[in-house]
C-alpha cells in the first residue's frame, strides 16, 4: 500500500513557475516508477511526465524543455518542475506510483491555474 500526497500547486500568471511535490509513504521501497499526470476541465487525463526506478524519463511533448520530474533516492518524494507556463497547462495535476506488483496508486490531485 502507497499513499501520495500532492502539494505546490496554485494560481500563476503566463511565464511564471511552480514546483509541484508528491509525498509517498508506506511501501515506497516497492515503486517501481512514478509520474505525473494532468486533467483539464471538460479534458481526459493525459501522462505529463514519468520517472521509472531506473532512471528513464519520459514527457508530453506539450512540456518537453519546460517541465522536470525528479526524485529522491528513496522514492520519498517526486518532484515536478514547471517553469514559462501557459494558460495551456491549467488543470488538476494528480501524482501516480507504479508498485513492483504493478498495482498503482494515485494521490488527491493539486490545482494549477495559469492566467493569461
Known amino acids: 500500500q502507497v499513499q501520495l500526497v500532492e502539494s505546490g500547486g496554485g494560481l500563476v500568471q503566463a511565464g511564471g513557475s511552480l514546483r509541484l511535490s508528491c509525498r509517498a509513504s508506506?511501501?515506497?521501497?516497492?515503486?517501481?516508477?512514478m509520474a505525473w499526470y494532468r486533467q483539464a476541465p471538460g479534458k481526459q487525463r493525459e501522462l505529463v511526465a514519468s520517472?521509472?526506478?531506473?532512471?528513464?524519463?519520459t514527457y508530453a511533448d506539450s512540456v518537453k524543455g519546460r517541465f522536470t520530474i525528479s526524485r529522491d533516492g528513496g522514492w520519498n518524494t517526486a518532484l515536478l518542475q514547471m517553469n514559462n507556463l501557459k494558460a495551456a497547462d491549467t488543470g488538476v495535476y494528480y501524482c501516480?506510483?507504479?508498485?513492483?506488483?504493478?498495482?498503482?496508486?494515485w494521490g488527491q490531485g493539486t490545482q494549477v491555474t495559469v492566467s493569461s
Open positions: 501516480n506510483a507504479k508498485l513492483k506488483d504493478w498495482a498503482d496508486y
Open positions: 508506506g511501501s515506497i521501497l516497492n515503486i517501481n516508477a
Open positions: 520517472l521509472s526506478r531506473s532512471g528513464s524519463t
